[in-house]
Nanobody
């Protein structure tokens, strides 16, 4: 069974920075793309950023220019560097991966347990 384990959340002041990490473990052929979603209280889960194994990335408009997604394919790990954080970035951040068990298998969704990010003075 594949697991995605996040780390790096916490409390930060507005304008500050945090770096989230998400490591995949278990047996799989590939996890591609990987990315981050977030869910604020009372709101739906929304896409933050995704990245492919070839380093092609996409971002939500609300985080462009402030957040940077990256991945280390050898470590099966994805990162989210968050700069210039705003109170509206407060949410539970979930790591996401589209996994395959074999080269020919269909992709299936994998989610981490979530990590809380709170931006407040």
């Amino acid at each position: 069974q594949v697991q995605l384990v996040e780390s790096g959340g916490g409390l930060v002041q507005p304008g500050g920075s945090l770096r989230l990490s998400c490591a995949a473990s278990g047996s799989f052929f590939s996890i591609d793309p990987m990315g981050w979603y977030r869910q604020a209280p009372g709101k739906e889960r929304e896409l933050v950023a995704t990245i492919t194994s070839g380093s092609s990335s996409t971002y939500a408009d609300s985080v462009k220019g402030r957040f940077t997604i990256s991945r280390d394919n050898r470590k099966n790990t994805v990162y989210l560097q968050m700069n210039s954080l705003k109170p509206e970035d407060t949410a539970v951040y979930y790591c996401y991966g589209a996994g395959k068990t074999t080269r020919w298998a269909s992709r299936y969704n994998i989610w981490g347990q979530g990590t809380q990010v709170t931006v407040s003075s």
